[in-house]
């Protein structure tokens, strides 16, 4: 007879199953949107049909009372571990079969909706199987596993699925571009009169130049859109890719009602007393200096065959990019005519750097089947490993065992009367609503403010330098934060550190008043700036989960807590939504200004909440 354990060690699954969590999410979510890409979708489908992807996560606490209701948490995980592989199985059976979008996107819904309620059942499951303390200390272990799903989603999977690309179908080409300073602007050669050096008889793309040189000096931006548009228009009228219908006409409408009476009239006041105190500076002409590679094969690839180059950034410096000709389709037709990539600097980028830019023309759906039937595999790998390792905790029980469908109903809409009659409700929804309501603003312009050119009051950083100062540095301090933040919490107990974590998630903010004020060009105290920023949101964050932890307590744990993310959700959502609005009205040296000042509602509100003084600290 096996015995069922009611508890295991929380290292033994804890990392495991947030590391599940996320990869499904970011998989739906960012990896579905470059495989789409290069198996030739256009950007307006990609964009349309990914984003109502995220519905099910924006709606997953209408259906959490489910989880509580029917069958245990823990086997909610399994199972949905158990769907997910297959749903993931069932892209990767589709990608090669013609109506391919349409059928991978069904089993992306299938991702996404088991993917959401595994969430709630991981989520249910953490707080019934590990004490108040514990929940406490591994709150930053789990959101660090978390993050490292991310990182494997948006990183490992796209190298692996490029390197099956790249090991099969013809030799994969690589161009080395360099930015020079001191040097002419580059000619434009018309693609009639490049001469190409084939090598070989056998099948290859071949390509002008294998190193192209673009100097920093920039040029009118009259000029880069001449190039980037002889570029498309040379290969639309030559079939490499077909051109995107747009769908949407540019209509007169009028301004509706509240547009005109109310948001008109509060523009006009917010710039007349808080307007930027910038000079008028008129708007610079200007772009990022931009050079042409040319491809081709060295032979026809047959009657009726296609082959199709895949070109994108490798490595090297973000400044340096390609502005057109990601995916081209050689036939039978075009093999002997020039295709036309556009790459172009960054026009802030002053230095001298380099950039690798690789072309790859293997059997793409091949590659990208391969790379979701290994992430299947992992998730049969993750149902197998904790349908085996996760304890039986004694709470982990369906509220409604057995029943009619009419006491399943009942106990449904039981569930979310529930939440609304704990004590002090409209204090803890305000608090979860207010909480970070100068965050929400403040991460939406953050990085737009990083990139916007001194004139328009920003920092002029090149991407390449936004991606180190938030990829490398922003990162690691966040997750620094975050586990400190958990391990003190559960050192003391939550009502110790909540101050001090309302104070580093908010008063931090404040460097960025400093940024926009100095406008400093010394990218260390930029760095330095952020990092103290995204240290103190990640330390501050912690009390925030750990108090959605907390309200939870009581019967419908899981469904209650996920009630409160929606509500943080809410709270992230609405703040930025008006943030760019606001920020274009009155600058950033005011935003900022009033950023701050929006962190003050959370510091009233967190005086009046209860918490239990010792939720979180170890019971001696």
């Known amino acids: 007879m096996t015995i069922k354990k009611s508890f295991r060690n929380p290292w033994t699954w804890v990392p495991t199953l947030y590391y599940a969590e996320g990869i499904p999410y ?106 108040k303390h514990e929940q406490a ?12 799903a991310m990182i494997t989603g948006q990183g490992l999977l796209v190298i692996l699925a490029g390197y099956l690309e790249s090991s099969s179908g013809l030799p994969p ?28 008889d056998k099948l290859q793309f071949l390509t002008y130049p294998n190193q192209l040189y673009i100097s920093t000096a920039q040029i009118a931006k009259s000029e880069a859109d001449s ?38 009239n509060l523009e006009n006041f917010l710039k007349k007393y808080f307007g930027p105190e910038i000079k008028k500076v008129p708007q610079k002409d200007i772009a990022g200096n931009a050079g042409i590679i040319y491809f081709k094969l060295s032979k026809e690839p047959g009657k009726g065959k296609e082959v199709v180059l895949n070109f994108s950034l490798e490595s090297g410096d973000n400044s340096i990019s390609l502005a057109e000709g990601t995916r081209f389709v050689f036939n039978s037709s075009n093999w ?27 059997n793409i759906p091949f590659a990208w089947m391969i790379t979701f039937f290994i992430m299947a595999g992992l998730f049969i790998l993750f149902f197998i490993y904790h349908k085996f390792i996760l304890a039986y905790p004694v709470t982990d029980k369906p509220v409604v065992s057995e029943g009619s469908i009419k006491n399943v109903l009942k106990e449904f809409f039981r569930t979310f009367t529930l939440f609304f009659k704990k004590r002090q409700i409209g204090l803890i929804i305000a608090f979860i609503l207010l909480y970070r309501l100068g965050e929400a603003q403040l991460v939406k312009l953050a990085a737009p403010f990083l990139l916007d050119p001194y004139e328009a009051g920003g920092l002029s950083l090149t991407t390449g330098q936004i991606g180190f100062v938030y990829g490398t540095v922003g990162i690691t301090a966040l997750t620094l934060g975050g586990i400190l933040g958990g391990f003190l919490a559960a050192k003391n107990g939550l009502k110790h550190w909540l101050w001090w974590m309302l104070v580093a998630i908010n008063l931090p903010d404040i460097v960025y008043v400093y940024l926009a004020y100095s406008q400093t060009q010394n990218f260390l105290i930029i760095n330095l700036m952020v990092a103290v920023e995204q240290f103190g949101y990640g330390f501050g964050f912690t009390a925030f989960m750990l108090y959605l932890i907390y309200i939870s307590e009581g019967d419908h744990k899981t469904s209650h807590y996920a009630i409160a993310t929606g509500f943080m959700a809410l709270g992230m959502m609405i ?15 005011h935003f900022f200004i009033w950023v701050c000042i929006a962190t003050i509602p959370a510091f009233i509100i967190t005086k009046f909440i209860p918490l239990d003084p010792e939720f979180g600290r170890k019971n001696e």
């Open 26 to 131: 970011i998989v739906v979510m960012t990896v579905s949107v470059i495989m789409y890409k290069r198996l030739g979708i256009s950007n307006t489908d990609i964009a349309l049909y990914t984003s109502w992807l995220y519905l099910p996560w924006v709606i997953k606490p209408l259906w959490s009372p489910v989880v509580d209701i029917l069958r245990t948490k823990r086997f909610w995980i399994v199972i949905m571990e158990l769907i997910i592989g297959a749903g993931l199985a069932g892209v990767a059976l589709t990608i090669p079969v013609s109506n391919f979008f349409q059928y991978t996107l069904a089993f992306f819904w299938l991702l996404a909706f088991s993917s959401a309620t595994h969430d709630i059942a991981a989520d249910g499951f953490y707080m019934l199987g590990l004490s």
């Open 137 to 148: 200390w591994f709150v930053g272990i789990r959101s660090t596993f978390y993050r490292l």
């Open 173 to 200: 080409i690589e161009v080395n571009v360099n930015s020079i300073t001191g040097k002419e602007i580059s000619k434009i050669i018309s693609p009639e009169k490049i001469s190409f050096a084939a090598r070989t």
């Open 227 to 264: 190039i980037i548009n002889l570029a498309r228009q040379w290969n639309t009228k030559h079939h490499f890719y077909e051109t995107e219908i747009k769908t949407a006409a540019e209509t007169n409408e009028k301004p509706s009602w509240w547009n005109r009476y109310v948001v008109q």
């Open 336 to 362: 002997n005519t020039p295709a036309m990539a556009v790459i172009q600097l960054d026009p802030k980028l002053k230095t001298e750097t380099s950039a690798k830019f690789k072309g790859l023309s293997g």
């Open 575 to 589: 703040p930025g939504m008006f943030s760019g609005w606001l920020q274009e009205i009155i600058g950033y040296k």
